[in-house]
Nanobody, 116 residues
Framework: QVRLVQSGGGLVQPGESVRVSCAAS????????MEWHRQAPGKERELVGR???????NYADFVEGRFTISRNNVRNTLHLQMSSLKPEEAAVYYC??????????WGQGTQVTVSS
């Protein structure tokens, strides 16, 4: 059974940084492409960025170089480091396995609040 357990996030002020992590189990993590998504109140869930099994990354246009996705294939962990956060980026952030053995999985979500 694939399991994605998230941690991190919380309350930060505008312009500050925060990291969200995702610990994966029940799958061969090193061969799986991973993604981060977010959903703000009243809005649809959107893709933040992805990292391939080989470590290649790409990001949504709104990231503008402020976020970094990384993975540790020994510890089976995925990370999203966010900096220069804006109030409108307050959202629930989700790690996501888009495809593994015919299915997709989501983490439980982590709240990031950006407020002064």
């Amino acid at each position: 059974q694939v399991r994605l357990v998230q941690s991190g996030g919380g309350l930060v002020q505008p312009g500050e940084s925060v990291r969200v992590s995702c610990a994966a189990s029940g799958m061969n993590f090193r061969i799986v492409d991973m993604e981060w998504h977010r959903q703000a109140p009243g809005k649809e869930r959107e893709l933040v960025g992805r990292i391939s099994a080989g470590g290649d990354t790409n990001y949504a246009d709104f990231v503008e170089g402020r976020f970094t996705i990384s993975r540790n294939n020994v510890r089976n962990t995925l990370h999203l480091q966010m900096s220069s956060l804006k109030p409108e980026e307050a959202a629930v952030y989700y790690c996501h396995v888009p495809y593994y053995r015919g299915n997709a999985w989501w983490g439980q979500g982590t709240q990031v609040t950006v407020s002064s």
